[in-house]
Structure formats: structure tokens, C-alpha cells
């Protein structure tokens, strides 16, 4: 059998051939350029979310966002071209906008007498791969809580933070805690295409929460009306009255339920405003007016009050709200999503605790592209310098190609995964990508020479041994080191420490144990 077939035929390089299919998979590069522009978020109160176009989630990969095709048949083919198009929109005329997922048709809003869309958009992306804020502009916020806090208290804050923002209309945002070395807790927020000054406005507000019938104020959000609100299992779930889950149309739909309890004040509020309204449905249906939740004035939600509220100066209610999917464990996911948004909406009024805004980063896209651009050179000159050293080291190109081959793989590897799990490429991530080359050429050198200096088959063997025993020694020496980093800096560093290890994980485990396969095959038994 020729060595060629007897690579290829190895499990070893299998395995790490089946990796990159995956990997390319993942990440989806689009060879030939993908016009047009994605929708990033949606202004708050905007016509055309009126007309059912949605924040797209923040989970979901570049490609996958909804992109604008045209707008009154002019064909959208960037930033520049959908700017030129909706600076001729009229504004008393209703528009068409065309996207990948349907077609809009409203009367555009107006600021200071121009039509606009009130779209935040961006080049449609080349591929899965997402850019941090780094490389894509924005701005990134470090909280620091100005006292010591409970994990319920700290994810609470979280909660609030992402609704409140969510509510704003920006929906590239990451909310997250994160501790120093010395355990201290923060906040790190994340958020794109806006300036410093949106986010200190944004953040520096304490939040409004209202809950409202026929347009009157029953009870506020904080701890003055609502004086507490059940998470726990034993007066909070899904289910109630019927059953928790039932057929719906081609799909199901799941209960949920959790116990508030109001001050005399609120209850009495809340009993003045119910005593006249009228009952729809019977003595089972509900009032004729909803409980309407407002945050910041903006409605988040509408609930239907019981009959039993009716003129009630009860204190404690029961929140109860549905989930809908296409199957019972979808509805049943669904509706605990609920249950927590509107559990975090009611405590959400103010904020549990105090923070402090202790740094703050902002980016412009221009400067965003600058660094990019520099980023791809680097890589560049990195790439022909290995390159350079290691044909200088062993002029062999049998030895020197499946070399730069091995280093160029994990680095799809790399990407790959991070296309996979939605993780964001910043400059922190780039350079771990480049610590993981720095030592792949290490451990790929060792694998070499340990190679090139066995002459006899069992020598062989044992040498190749010995170099995989000093890669693996190597391998969990760097990923002792960068576990410190993951937490060091409030979690500033966790794109490095996180692509570090993944890197080097990659290689150890697939792609270098497939090099020395290859180097067996090439050298190992060929210099006699």
C-alpha cells in the first residue's frame, strides 16, 4: 500500500478531515460575497414593527438574520445603497420593504421631517463567523456592584439589564457577570453600533415599571407596591387549572403561573380601578379590561384579569401566561421564557442594587474595519514567517508543507467552533488564535525531529512517543496558565484564555496526533 493511500486511510486523519468538513459547515463562507444588508435591530415603536418584523436574537448566526432585498422594488445591495434609497422615501407614501423572510408594507416615521425606517443595519455577512465589538464597533461596559450581592440578586440584576436594554430595541447585546481573581462580582455589557453616549443614557436610567388598567396606575414596579414576587417551585411552574399542556392548532400550548403579592396600597389601587369594569365570557372569563405592563412607557405586555379580581382589594395574584411551540417540550420551554421575562419585568422597576460604571470601551465600525484589516495582515506576515523559519529548519518540502497544512487546520478548527457556538471573534480572540500557531509549530518541530532522528522501525516508535509525551506535557502546562486568565481582568480576557484553550485542544487531540501520522508515513520510514 503507498503511503499516500495509508495517510488518507488513517483514523487519525479521518477524524481530523471529518472535523474540518464540520468546521467549514459552521462556518459558511459565502466565496463569491453576499450583497445586500442585515437588520441588526428594530427602533423602538417603529411602523415596521408594527407590521411583525422582530429584534432578531442575538443567539442567531450572521447568516441567519433577516436581510433587506429591496425597498419599492430598488433592489438594497449595501449601507450606502439602502442610505441613498431611504433618504427618497415619502413620507406620506406607505412603502414596500422586501427581505429574505417577507414583505412590509406601512407609512414610514418621521424624525425632523425626513422618512426613515428606523433600522439598524450592517453588510450583509461573508460568512457564520461573529465579530466582536473590536472588529464590528460598539461599546463595552464593565459594572461594578457597590455591595455584596446574592447569586439571586445577581442574576436578577442580569435579567433586568437585558430586558431593559431589549425593550430599547438594540438586540446585539451581551449581558453577563464576572468576577476579578479576587472574587470581586461585575457586570460586563456588551453592545453594538452604539455610541458611549446611548449606553450611559441607557444604563444610567434606574427603570420605570407601571402596570396599568384602562390607563390608570395600579401598582409600580421595586418593593413599595410589589413586595415580592415567587420564583420558587411551590408557588411558581407549569401547569394549573386544566393541565399544564394542551393541542393548539398543529401545536401545543403550556401554562404557566407564579404568585405576586402587593402592598395594602397597590391592592386597593388595583380594587378601585377593576370595581366597574365589566365581565366578558361568563362567570369563568375575565374582565373587560387588561393589566398592561409598561416599562420605561413602553408596553412589554398585556394580561387578562380574573373575574375574581373584580373590585378585590386581595394583596396577593397570581400571574399565570401561556407558552406556545410546536411540540409539548418546545410549548414547555417557551412558556418558562415567558414566566422569567415577566417575573423579570415586575422586579425590574429598579434595579436590586447599586452598580457603578467602572470602565467603559467604545469602538467606531470605521475603526472596527481598521483593526480587521490589520488583523487579516498580521496573519498574513505570521503565516509567511512559520512558513519562512521552518523551510529555512528542514528544506524538505514533504516535511514543510503538511507542517503550515496541520497549523492552517486548526485554525479552522478554531473558527469553526466558535461559527459553531456563537462565540464572538474580538482581538482578545485573535491572539490567542496566533498563541495557538506559536505553539503548534512547537509541538509540530518536536514531532519532526523526534521523526527525522529515528532510524530503526522500533526507535521509531519510540521517539514518536516520547515527542507526543512532551506535546501533551506542554499542552497542560499553557492550559494551567490560561485558566487564571479566564477570570483575571473582570472576565476581559476570557476571549483569549477560551480561544487559547480551545486551540491547543484541537491540536493536541486531532490534528497533531494526524501530522505524525503523515510524518511516519513521509520520513519516519523513508530515512535509512
Known amino acids: 500500500m503507498s503511503s499516500y493511500k495509508k495517510i488518507f486511510t488513517h483514523w487519525k486523519v479521518i477524524l481530523l478531515l471529518i472535523c474540518l468538513i464540520f468546521s467549514v459547515m459552521a462556518i459558511k463562507p459565502q466565496i463569491f460575497g453576499n450583497e445586500g444588508v442585515i437588520i441588526n435591530s428594530v427602533g423602538q415603536n417603529a411602523s415596521i414593527a408594527q407590521q411583525g418584523l422582530q429584534n432578531p436574537a442575538s443567539t442567531l448566526p450572521p447568516l441567519a438574520r433577516e436581510k433587506v432585498i429591496a425597498i419599492n422594488s430598488e433592489k438594497i445591495t449595501s449601507i450606502e445603497n439602502f442610505a441613498a434609497v431611504e433618504s427618497k422615501l415619502d413620507p406620506t407614501k406607505i412603502i414596500h420593504v422586501e427581505t429574505t423572510k417577507g414583505t412590509y408594507n406601512f407609512l414610514p416615521d418621521t424624525i425632523d421631517g425626513k422618512a426613515t425606517l428606523q433600522l439598524r443595519i450592517s453588510n450583509a455577512p461573508s460568512s457564520n463567523l461573529k465579530k466582536g465589538l473590536d472588529l464590528a464597533g460598539g461599546t463595552r461596559v464593565l459594572l461594578e456592584f457597590q455591595e455584596e450581592v446574592s447569586q439571586e440578586d445577581l442574576d436578577t440584576t442580569v435579567a433586568s439589564l437585558q430586558e431593559r436594554l431589549n425593550v430599547y430595541g438594540l438586540s446585539d447585546v451581551i449581558v453577563r457577570p464576572a468576577k476579578d481573581l479576587q472574587g470581586t462580582d461585575f457586570i460586563l455589557v456588551e453592545i453594538a453600533g452604539v455610541t458611549e453616549e446611548e449606553v450611559k443614557e441607557l444604563l444610567s436610567k434606574q427603570g420605570k415599571f407601571e402596570a396599568n388598567i384602562a390607563n390608570q396606575t395600579v401598582f409600580r414596579g421595586g ?40 402592598s395594602p396600597d397597590a391592592a386597593a389601587q388595583q380594587a378601585a380601578a377593576t370595581q366597574n369594569l365589566d365581565i366578558v365570557g361568563g362567570p369563568d372569563g375575565y374582565l373587560s379590561e387588561p393589566l398592561v405592563l409598561m416599562l420605561d412607557d413602553v408596553e412589554v405586555d398585556s394580561l387578562n384579569i380574573g373575574v375574581d379580581l373584580k373590585g378585590s382589594k386581595t394583596t396577593q395574584i397570581q400571574i399565570s401566561g401561556s407558552g406556545v411551540g410546536p411540540t409539548e417540550q418546545e410549548a414547555v420551554k417557551v412558556a418558562q421564557q415567558n414566566m422569567k421575562r415577566l417575573q423579570t419585568i415586575l422586579l425590574t422597576g429598579s434595579l436590586p442594587v447599586k452598580l457603578e460604571l467602572v470602565k467603559m470601551d467604545s469602538i467606531s465600525a470605521s475603526l472596527g474595519k481598521e483593526f480587521l484589516d490589520n488583523v487579516f495582515l498580521v496573519a498574513l506576515l505570521v503565516a509567511l514567517s512559520v512558513t519562512t523559519v521552518v523551510f529555512i529548519r528542514y528544506r524538505k518540502l514533504k516535511v514543510v508543507l503538511p507542517m503550515i497544512l496541520t497549523l492552517f487546520s486548526e485554525v479552522i478548527l478554531i473558527l469553526g467552533f466558535a461559527a459553531f457556538v456563537g462565540w464572538n471573534l474580538d482581538l482578545a480572540a485573535i491572539a490567542g488564535i496566533i498563541i495557538v500557531m506559536g505553539t503548534g509549530v512547537d509541538h509540530l518541530i518536536v514531532i519532526t525531529d523526534e521523526s527525522l532522528r529515528g532510524q530503526e522501525e522500533t526507535n521509531w516508535k519510540k521517539r514518536l512517543k516520547n515527542a507526543m509525551f512532551i506535546v501533551m506535557g506542554a499542552y497542560l502546562t499553557t492550559v494551567s496558565g490560561m485558566l487564571p486568565l479566564y477570570w483575571a481582568g473582570a472576565g476581559l480576557l476570557k476571549g483569549f484564555a477560551l480561544t487559547t484553550i480551545a486551540g491547543i485542544t484541537f491540536g493536541v487531540l486531532i490534528a497533531r496526533p494526524a501530522f505524525a501520522v503523515v510524518i511516519e508515513e513521509l520520513v519516519g520510514n523513508k530515512d535509512e
Not at 420564583?231 to 401545543?252: H, L, P
Open 223 to 262: 418593593k413599595k407596591d410589589i413586595t415580592y414576587v415567587c420564583r420558587s417551585a411551590d408557588c411558581s411552574g407549569i401547569g394549573g387549572q386544566g393541565g399544564a399542556c394542551f393541542r393548539s392548532g398543529e401545536g401545543y400550548s403550556c401554562r404557566f403561573f407564579f404568585a405576586i403579592t402587593l
